[in-house]
């Protein structure tokens, strides 16, 4: 069972570039949410699916877009990438019947530089 | 608005000691209450949770945590650490009316020396 899979691992962009982070879940949970996590600072929410055609912005969405087309996928778009947006985020997806119980994925390394 | 605040960023802790992890929270409503724990270089997993019911919640790996309402805290525990117990410790905090959007502490690196 594969749970919450992201990709890349790592990357390194320049500034200015765009680049999209995949993420993928097949346990046919409703919910997705995508957080950056900064050192010291715990995990900041960025945006939020509640089913497929249905988004939100979270606590910091300026510079990024998201997309959910199918239940399973919930891509993170970089736009313009800027060196404030090095950070490792992390996927995590959520059944509708859980009160914040969330399965994560391993993490996205992103360096803008 | 809810807030959490975990009052250490580090807590180093010989092998086989006791430790506490303290998080404390903020809110005008009822909480539902996590704790998460992320080893190194990969993500976040569930150790336990409190929902209602008994305030002593016994997780995953021989953690567990009481919630204490008057105090509004959280604090995690464990009897006895061992090495593979490295890593870093997320206190998070929902309610009901907030479509349960979690607030996440800054997170506390527990540290086992041996």
């Known amino acids: 069972n594969a749970g919450v899979t992201q990709t890349p691992k790592f990357r390194i962009l320049k500034i200015g570039q765009s680049m999209t982070l995949q993420c993928a879940q097949d346990?046919?949970?409703?919910?997705m949410y995508w957080y950056r996590q900064d050192p010291g600072m715990g995990l900041k929410l960025i945006y939020y699916s509640v089913g497929a055609g249905i988004t939100d912005k979270g606590e910091v969405p300026n510079g990024y877009n998201v997309s959910r087309s199918t239940t399973e996928d919930f891509p993170l778009r970089l736009e313009l990438a800027a060196p404030s947006q090095t950070s490792v985020y992390f996927c995590?997806?959520?059944?509708?019947?859980?009160?914040?119980?969330?399965?994560f994925g391993e993490g996205s390394r992103l360096t803008v530089l | 608005a809810q807030s959490v605040t975990q009052l250490d960023s580090q807590v180093p802790v010989f092998e086989e000691a006791p430790v506490e992890l303290r998080c404390n929270y903020s809110s005008s409503v009822s909480v539902y209450l996590f704790w998460y724990v992320q080893y190194p270089n990969q993500g976040l997993q569930l150790l336990l949770k409190?929902?209602?019911?008994s305030t002593l919640v016994k997780g995953i790996n021989g953690f567990e945590a009481e919630f204490n309402k008057s105090q509004t805290s959280f604090h995690l525990r464990k009897p006895s650490v061992h090495i593979s117990d490295t890593a870093e410790y997320f206190c998070?905090?929902?309610?009901?009316?907030?479509?349960?959007?979690?607030?996440w502490g800054a997170g506390t690196k527990l540290i086992i020396k041996p």
């Open positions: 998070a905090v929902t309610t009901m009316d907030s479509n349960y959007q979690l607030i």
């Open positions: 409190y929902l209602s019911g």
């Open positions: 346990m046919n949970h409703n919910y």
């Open positions: 995590a997806s959520s059944p509708v019947s859980s009160a914040g119980e969330l399965f």
